[in-house]
């Protein structure tokens, strides 16, 4: 890889601004996880066990949320459809989302359930363990989505979803005419619920994002490379398939069009939210009109920004 392209991958183009993030009108659907996100930094590597000196942060987090910061630092207005509890740390986090700009007027604030945390311990190695505690948004169900039958019927726009939600509603969003003439982007939010997206295997208008694991997982297989998984995606039915590998090569996948492109080598300083900022700034440069192949270099691009920066 040239020098060139190494400075276009470190400093993204600077897409166009949206329509002002002041007004009510959303240009995209983040629906899921939206919590607290506490995590727990050593600077050198870690392995289990290990009690180590750090840094520890507490900042608003969840898949649905992260993408959603990432599409509204590109000028995009989301709109957040999910659930925070009514106790003092989710009216702290109400007030946060509105602070940066996103459309809180559709979430679900339900009686009696403590507003959602997330736990991960990293080092220079990667991450180490994490834990998601998102009790309230599964036991809120398809409550969630009650915005969709009256302020936003009717929408067929763009719409991120993530698979914090359960088996059941994911399964129920898959067949839902209210998102069958949506741009539905999707990711698995981890390894471990990857195998939650199959009904969308077969959905006509999803895009799935995923990394190697979360492939060979969802497809009950194991793959040389993302090329591999990308195009055995779609060889299951799926619409679009946008598949990571680390610093390795990334491949879309769509109709008879195979796509990769692989990433800079950088110091990686963090890892949470990584996978959220590229899924980001793929929708961010697609809504602006870019051609899939300066798309997928715009998001390995932010990716490895992001992955190389300060994580507090």
């Given amino acids: 890889m040239g020098g060139d392209q190494v400075d276009d991958l470190l400093n993204p183009r600077p897409w166009p601004a949206f329509k002002s993030a002041m007004n009510n009108t959303p240009d995209i659907l983040c629906i899921g996880a939206v ?14 066990g290990h009690d180590r000196p750090g840094r520890i942060t507490r900042l608003p987090g969840g898949v649905a949320m992260n993408i959603a910061m990432a599409l509204q630092a590109y000028g995009m207005t989301p709109a957040l459809l999910t659930a925070i509890g009514q106790d003092a740390e989710g009216d702290e986090l109400l007030r946060a989302c509105a602070d940066m700009g996103m459309i809180t007027d559709h979430i679900h604030r339900p009686d009696g359930l403590p507003t959602d945390r997330y ?4 080092g220079r190695n990667g991450l180490i363990a994490a834990i998601a505690d998102a009790h309230s948004l599964e036991k809120s169900g398809d409550a969630i989505l009650a915005p969709m ?5 009717g929408w067929t726009g763009l719409v991120a979803l993530d698979g914090n939600l359960t088996v059941e509603l994911l399964t ?45 997982l969802l497809l ?27 610093a390795e090569a990334a491949s879309l ?26 899924m980001a700034a793929h929708i961010a440069a697609e ?18 920004t992001y992955i190389s920066g300060d994580s507090y």
């Fill in 172 to 216: 129920q969003i898959a067949t839902d005419q209210r998102f069958a003439e949506t741009d539905l982007r999707i990711a698995p939010a981890s390894p471990g619920k990857a195998e939650r997206l199959r009904p969308f295997l077969s959905h006509p208008t999803a895009t799935l994002y995923v990394n190697m694991e979360e492939a060979a």
């Fill in 119 to 122: 736990m991960a311990i990293e």
């Fill in 35 to 48: 919590l607290w996100d506490i995590i727990g930094r050593h600077d050198n590597d870690m392995q289990r």
């Fill in 253 to 278: 996948a769509f109709g008879d069009n195979l796509l990769t492109f692989t990433p800079p080598k950088v110091q990686v300083k963090r890892i949470t939210g990584a996978g959220d900022t590229f």
């Fill in 287 to 304: 809504a602006q009109g870019a051609d899939p192949e300066s798309a997928l270099q715009n998001a390995m691009s932010a990716t490895a």
């Fill in 149 to 153: 039958q009256d302020a936003l019927s």
């Fill in 220 to 246: 009950d297989t194991s793959f040389a490379d993302s090329t591999a998984a990308a195009s055995a995606l779609l060889g299951q039915g799926l619409y679009r398939a946008l598949v990571t590998n680390g």
